[in-house]
Every structure is written in C-alpha cells, then in structure tokens.
C-alpha cells in the first residue's frame, strides 16, 4: 500500500472507493457534488503531484456520487509540467491499493470533427501516443510492464456510457484520442496530421494515466469534453482560458453523465 493510502485510510476509515474519476481543464465542479465528502490536500499526500496549472484543484475526494463510493481526483499533472509521463502514477497506485476496480478519465480536447464542435461530450474509445513518451519507463517490475493496449478501454463501462447518454438526452460522440505532449497547442499542420492518422480529439492528458492504470489492472473509461475544433478548423484564438471557460460552459452535460453512470452503477456494480 502506498503511503498516501494509509493516510487516506486514516481520514476516511472503512471507506473502499469503487470507482476513481479524474477531473480534467474546469470540470472541477463535479467533486461538489460528493456526498459525506472527505477532502485531502495533494499537499498532504506523499508522492501526489502539486500542479501548478490553474483549473486544476489538486485534492482527492472521498465519498459517495448517487450512490456509489467514489475517489474524485480534482486537478491532474501533466507530461508538460515536469517532462514526467508519471506524474499521476502515485495517485492511481493509491486509488487501487485502497480497493478500486476502474477509473474513469474526464479531459478537455480539440476536435478534429466539423461537426463536433464544442459543448460536446466524447467518448474515447481509443488513442494514439503521439507525444511518445511512456509512464512506465524506468518500470523495474519484470514482464509485467509490457501492458497489452488492445482493450484498454473497457468495454462495458463504454456500453453504460453510451445507454447513460442517450436516456439523458446527451449526445455522445466517439473516437480516437491523440495525446499531444503539450503546452503550446498544436500547429493546423499537425492537426491536418492527426486527422489522417485517426484522430477525432487531440489533448494533453489521459493517456500516460491510461497505461498506469492497466497496468495496475483498473477497468479504464474515460471521456473528452470539447473545447475547441483544433487549430486551423476555426478563426477562433486557442488559449488555456478559453479552454477552461469552455469546460465550464460545458460542465453541467457532464455532471448529468457523470452522476447517472454513478447512480446505474451503484445499483448494478461496475
Ligand atoms: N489541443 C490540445 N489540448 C486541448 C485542446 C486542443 O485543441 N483543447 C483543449 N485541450
């Protein structure tokens, strides 16, 4: 068990999460509405990141989301901040070593598609490593390392998704995520690359947490709000403002999503 999972233990005594959510860019607001909410510092925990980007809390929290035990991870660091893929690596450890079984991954993205604009929500059924850099580098655990990608995003959590979205009324598009090193955007040229190498959203997350958390055998889900068609799509001025003051916009959709898979999966199991 990790240190922070004692810690963490300590505070919210006989609490196992089933489900961990990482909160990506102004999607923050979602942790409010934890019940019996226990909140932790990142600064408290040994080995949690301290992310200096702003949209990003930094604060795990522990409790209940319609129903199901959860850990909400509130801010993520970033490949870009430091140069480290595993960045996240200590706070996914610790929500497995406290009894987890899946982790679903919230990002903001740009699209590649005309037609998903942003407001929407998507679906990431696959990605694309383009930053090319790799969590588990420096792993010195043996064979176990050479984690299978083929179903990396799990298919029922998936299913729950997409059956949540359409009860909800949320339209839900699907597809490739390509993870982008970051911070400075990507060029049209890139983007005109991307979408020929099959890509529907481009960002600067995600990925490096996806591979940590097959690797520790966590079922994985994980969704992009869009922010932004991608550069060269629009006359629009990419920013990390407005990035966050999209997310926000958007936020609610996600609230609705978010709480009703929660509340199908407390009833149901994972
Ligand atoms: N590119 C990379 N990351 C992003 C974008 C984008 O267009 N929008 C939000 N995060």
């Known amino acids: 068990m990790t240190e922070a999972a004692a810690l963490i233990r300590d505070q919210a005594p006989g609490f196992t999460p089933k489900l961990g959510l990482v909160l990506g860019s102004g999607l923050g607001p979602l942790a409010e509405e934890v019940e019996g ?7 408290a ?22 129903g199901l035990p959860v850990a909400v991870f509130a801010g993520r660091a970033h490949y870009y901040e430091h140069g480290n893929a595993s960045e996240m690596r200590v706070p996914i450890e610790t929500l ?16 590649t598609v005309k037609e998903v604009g ?4 998507m679906l990431i059924t696959d990605h694309i490593n383009f930053a090319g850099a790799n969590p588990l580098i420096g792993t010195t655990s043996g064979d176990s390392r050479f984690v299978g990608l083929s179903d990396a995003y799990d298919r029922s ?10 009860r909800q009324d ?11 090193s970051g911070p400075s955007f990507e060029t049209p040229a890139e983007i005109r690359a991307a979408r020929i190498l ?8 995600t990925v490096p947490e996806v591979i940590i958390a097959r ?50 999966a407390s009833v149901k199991g994972l």
């Open 45 to 66: 925990l040994p080995g949690f990141p301290r992310s200096g980007v702003s949209g990003h809390a930094g604060a795990v929290v522990l409790g209940t989301l319609a």
């Open 118 to 121: 942003p407001g929407n929500v």
């Open 157 to 166: 959590m998936s299913v729950r998704l997409r059956s949540v979205a359409q």
């Open 37 to 43: 909410a226990v909140r932790i510092p990142y600064t």
């Open 170 to 180: 949320i339209p839900l598009a699907e597809g490739v995520y390509m993870w982008f």
């Open 198 to 205: 099959g890509a529907q959203a481009v960002g600067m997350s």
């Open 96 to 111: 497995k070593a406290l009894g987890a079984e899946a982790l679903l991954l919230t990002n903001a993205a740009g699209s």
């Open 215 to 264: 690797y520790l055998g966590l079922r994985v889900a994980a969704l992009s709000m869009i922010t932004n068609l991608a550069a060269g799509m629009s006359d629009e001025v990419l920013s990390h403002a407005h990035t966050q003051a999209e997310a926000a916009k958007g936020s609610a959709r996600f609230k609705t999503l978010i709480t009703a898979f929660c509340a199908e």
